[in-house]
C-alpha cells in the first residue's frame, strides 16, 4: 500500500507519509556526501515545528528481478509503537511513491537454527504491498499525487 510521497520543490526533496495512527505531513531526503559505501543514500528529515530531526535513514538497493533502482530503509522515533519499514519507488524528476512493506518475524528454533516458515495469522491490517526482491504488487496505475 502506498503511504506516502515526495517529489522536488525549490531545489529539496519534500513529502509525507500517513497510515491510521502515523501523520508525518512534512518529510524531507537530505542526500548523505560519504565514500563509506555502507552509508545511507539519504537521511529522511522530519518537521517538527520548530526544527528538522533525523528520523531515517535510505540505502540504494537494485531489484534482482528487473535491475530497477529503489530506495529502502526504516522510520523510527520515540513516539513510534515500532520503527516502520519503508521502500521508495520513482526518482527525484519523476517523484518518490513511498510503500510499507511488514517484515516477517524470525522464528528459532532451541538450538538457534531457523524454524521453516509458516503462515502467519492474520491481524486484519493485512500485508505490505513489495515483495522480497523490491517490486510492488498492486497495479501500474498508481501515481503520485500533484502538491
Keep these: 500500500m502506498n503511504i506516502g510521497s515526495f517529489a522536488l ?37 522530519a518537521w517538527n515545528g520548530k526544527r528538522w530531526a533525523q528520523i531515517g535513514a535510505l540505502w540504494e538497493a537494485t531489484s534482482n528481478s528487473t535491475g530497477e533502482v529503489f530506495y529502502q530503509g526504516r522510520l523510527d522515533d520515540p513516539s513510534l509503537p515500532e520503527p516502520l519499514q519503508v521502500m521508495l519507488f520513482g526518482d527525484v524528476e519523476e517523484g518518490f511513491r513511498v510503500v510499507w512493506n511488514r517484515p516477517a518475524p524470525v ?17 486484519n491490517f493485512g500485508e505490505g504491498n513489495a515483495t522480497e526482491d523490491g517490486r510492488i504488487t498492486q497495479d501500474e496505475e498508481d501515481h503520485i499525487p500533484a502538491f
Excluded: C, W
Design 107 to 123: 522464528r528459532q528454533n532451541m538450538d538457534g537454527t531457523r524454524q521453516s516458515r509458516r503462515r502467519q495469522r492474520d491481524d
Design 9 to 45: 520543490k525549490n531545489g529539496q526533496i519534500i513529502g509525507s507519509i500517513a497510515t491510521a495512527t502515523i501523520d508525518l505531513h512534512r518529510l524531507g531526503l537530505r542526500p548523505v556526501d560519504s565514500s563509506n559505501d555502507k552509508a545511507p543514500f539519504y537521511e529522511i528529515m
